[in-house]
């Protein structure tokens, strides 16, 4: 049984047999390592006191619970969405893959990126964001990732892609990074630094590691205006997105934005991209919407996330898939209807952009509160978080 799994793993995938992050007898201690960290009676009735103490605990534990994360669901995340672990708008007739890479390039534009610059990817995944910005603007990327698997998974795709010379992967924790001060022309982070349990600390390590006047650019996952932290339901669906995505708390972009200029950048712009795309975008998360007409969106509907959660536990009990499976499953798949639901609501976003400056040495830096916070031109989204600061 076990070589049939193997088997399906790596037709699945694509990769060779022994290419997996845990070993199939350890599988169910990986899950259960994760989902400690979180109460799930969370998602059917909300309660802050419970709340405050799982937060707190995933902060202190959260590079562990964040390592165990990625070891059970990158695999999933590989074979279900790509080698980019991002959201993104889409429009009529564009790819689904165009429209990550589209989103890619929009941030290297953002970030003024130039061949022969070097540049780091904080939180690089398996580097699929890393190799369309490396091939894109000729500059050298360097990824940084703290998970073993990730790293080796990185590495590989990057010499078969044949950017050796263009990138190179790092494994490090974000929150003390292995570089001389100074060392980087830009830096930026794709939906990564929302597993930061201080996020000042890690805007800190990467403001150290960029030269002076370079840029750090990226995505963030932030509640919006529309969150009501008194709304009951509000919360169900954030701790919803949380204990699906390994994070130890979301929180609104406004915090954000005090954080970036806490480690002692400037902030030249920030807004919410998913806010302000052009007219005719099919929103980011659309992919999660169950639907029982387009083939693509059925194991999202109800029935879809029953007849999945079925055969995964039909394949565990007869041994073809280790056991933690069905509940890899079931967590990303609920996960999956939270994120939905908060994106339909309008209360999160897995794309608020920021762009932020390292000053120069004895340059007198603006704060955002006199800052102008600007969207692009020419876009006419419905504006509705658009660039408040707190
Ligand atoms: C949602 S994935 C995004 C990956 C990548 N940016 C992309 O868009 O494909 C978040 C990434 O952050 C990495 N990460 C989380 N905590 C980290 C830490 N403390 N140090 C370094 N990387 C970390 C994870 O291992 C994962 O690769």
Not at 1 to 11: F, I, P, R, T
Not at 14 to 32: F, M, W
Not at 270 to 278: G, K, P, S, W
Request: include cysteine.
């Amino acid at each position: 049984m076990q070589s049939a799994w193997q088997w399906v793993l790596s037709v699945a995938t694509g990769k060779s047999y022994d290419d997996v992050a845990v070993k199939r007898d350890a599988l169910d201690k990986r899950v259960q390592s994760y989902t400690s960290k979180f109460d799930a009676s969370l998602n059917q009735k909300w309660d802050q006191s419970i709340d405050e103490k799982y937060v707190a605990e995933r902060k202190a534990k959260a590079q562990d619970m964040t390592n165990a994360y990625y070891d059970i669901a990158t695999d999933f995340y590989e074979y279900g969405w790509g080698q980019s672990f991002h959201f993104a708008s889409r429009y009529e007739g564009e790819a689904f893959k165009a429209s990550l890479a589209r989103h890619e390039h929009y941030l290297a534009l953002k970030l003024q990126l130039k061949e022969g610059e070097k540049c780091i990817d904080i939180g690089c995944g398996v580097g699929g964001p890393l190799r369309e910005i490396a091939r894109f603007s000729r500059a050298h990327v360097t990824g940084l990732n703290n998970n073993e698997y990730q790293v080796g998974r990185a590495k590989k795709l990057n010499a078969r892609a044949g950017l050796s010379d263009y990138s190179d992967v790092v494994k490090a924790d974000f929150m003390n990074l292995p570089f001389e001060p100074s060392t980087f022309d830009k830096a930026y982070a794709i939906e990564a630094t929302c597993h930061a349990p201080d996020r000042t600390g890690c805007f800190r390590q990467i403001y150290n590691v960029l030269k002076e006047d370079g840029i750090f650019a990226g995505y963030e996952w932030t509640m919006t205006d529309r969150y009501d932290s008194t709304n009951a339901q509000h919360n169900q669906l954030k701790h919803g997105i949380e204990i699906g995505n390994s994070l130890p708390t979301l929180t609104h972009y406004s915090d954000i934005i005090r954080h970036l200029e806490a480690a002692g950048f400037e902030v030249i712009e920030h807004f919410d991209l998913a806010d302000v795309e052009v007219n005719g975008a099919i929103p980011w998360y659309s992919t999660f919407l169950g639907s029982y007409v387009a083939l693509s969106q059925f194991p999202h509907t109800k029935f879809g996330r029953f007849c999945t959660n079925s055969m995964c536990t039909v394949m565990e009990t007869i041994g073809l898939a280790p056991k933690g499976t069905t509940e890899t499953a079931k967590l990303l798949g609920e996960t999956g209807t939270a994120i939905a639901e908060s994106g339909k609501a309008g209360i999160f976003t897995p794309m608020y952009m920021f762009v932020c400056r390292k000053p120069k040495a004895g340059e007198t830096r603006k704060l955002t509160s006199q800052a102008a916070s600007s969207s692009p031109k020419g876009t006419t989204g419905s504006k509705k978080n658009k660039n408040k600061s707190k």
